[in-house]
């Protein structure tokens, strides 16, 4: 007897930032402890992978930019199946689990997914695992943790219908009988077939089961303890905490003795000039209570010269306060080290899977640079980096 094959999905995101892309390595690194094998690709690397005659479950993690747009790396994917020449049971044969990013502040909300989510149903695709839509105006892990955790239980269940239909078919082909007999023989199968299912789902809901009574007397003793910045109630230990695996290492960051030039602002973009222009005005537009302010900023550009084209796009980098900067620097205890240059480079024999130099960040430039320039210091901390 050969040995078992891990079971494969295809995994597919499209980022803009990053995000799609650190959810669906997490997903990846969880797979191979559920003795599952996923298949990891960028959307856009289409030829990589192939809808039309995927056969396994597809898990699909797609971000929202602009005002409802896709990623810039799902345009063409969204452009090909958004071709009206394709038939309505295009895709009749694709089963698929999706997870849009969105932020609810905008108009659009999660609707990079929304249109895949959308146009794949219209071309006969079917969900195996039902759609999840995480705000980042609340924070994205209420929602992809929890979808996350349900995912692998719903590919339990999508292989086994795999296999039930791979059996079917397997049946059909060698049988000679007339189809009353094949009807009851398909009939038997799908019924050892469906108590597999409840077998498995109970073993589960035993380990949910009892998970979910560790948090609650969990809850229920530290329902009256006092809460604390300092230390876990209950403790950490004893927590049914959910947090996403630490990477393996793959930056390696030098400090050098040494003093020069900073990398001009325009390194950090991908192509362009950069321009230095005043904030002329800003307006809060959302309530005092808002979980997250947005303001409508006018900028003056009078003064500036440069060529556009409708449809050209522009990006603002704002710098960190240099007090906080330094505040910074002095927590960390590198206060000394901040005119240091710093190289980063990619570790030699990292494990991580597609490794490559950070782009926000210049290869070599001090390090003060970096805090002021590069780094969103004030951002609240997700639960990733914590």
Known sequence: MCCDLK???????????????????????????????????????????????????VVIVISTTGTGDPPDTARKFVKKIQDTTLPP?????????????????????????????????????????????????????????????????????????????????????????????????????????????????????????TQKLVDIHLVASARDTEPSLVHSVPPVSQSALNIPALPPEYIEVQFQDTHGENPHLSSLISEGTTFEVPVTKAVQLTRGDAIKTALLLELDI?????????????????????????????????SEKGEYFVCVKVKQGTKKKGAAHPQHIPERSTLKFILTWCLEIRAIPKKVFM
């Open 7 to 57: 079971r494969r999905f295809l995994l597919l995101y499209a980022t803009q930032k990053g995000q799609a892309k650190a959810i669906a390595e997490e997903i990846w690194q969880q797979a191979g402890a559920h003795g599952l094998e996923a298949d990891m690709h960028c959307i856009s690397e289409m030829d990589k992978y192939n809808l039309e005659t995927e056969k396994d479950p």
């Open 89 to 209: 049971d295009h895709f009749a044969h694709l089963h698929y689990g999706l997870l849009g990013l969105g932020d609810s502040e905008y108009t659009f909300f999660c609707n990079g997914g929304k249109t895949v989510d959308q146009r794949l149903q219209e071309l006969g695709a079917q969900h195996f695992y039902n759609t999840g839509l995480a705000d980042d105006s609340v924070g994205l892990e209420l929602v992809v943790d929890p979808w996350i955790d349900g995912l692998w239980l719903a590919l339990e269940e999508a292989f086994l219908l795999q296999k039930e239909k791979e059996g079917m078919s397997s049946d059909a082909v060698s049988s000679s009988l007339s189809a009353a007999p094949y009807v009851g023989h398909e009939l038997n199968l799908s019924s050892e077939v469906q108590n597999l299912k409840l077998e498995d789902e109970r073993m589960m809901s035993s380990d949910v089961l």
């Open 302 to 334: 009078a003064g500036t010269v440069f060529d556009y084209q409708p449809g050209d796009a522009f990006c603002v980098i704002c710098p960190n306060n240099v007090n906080e900067v330094e505040e910074l620097l002095h927590i960390l205890g590198l």
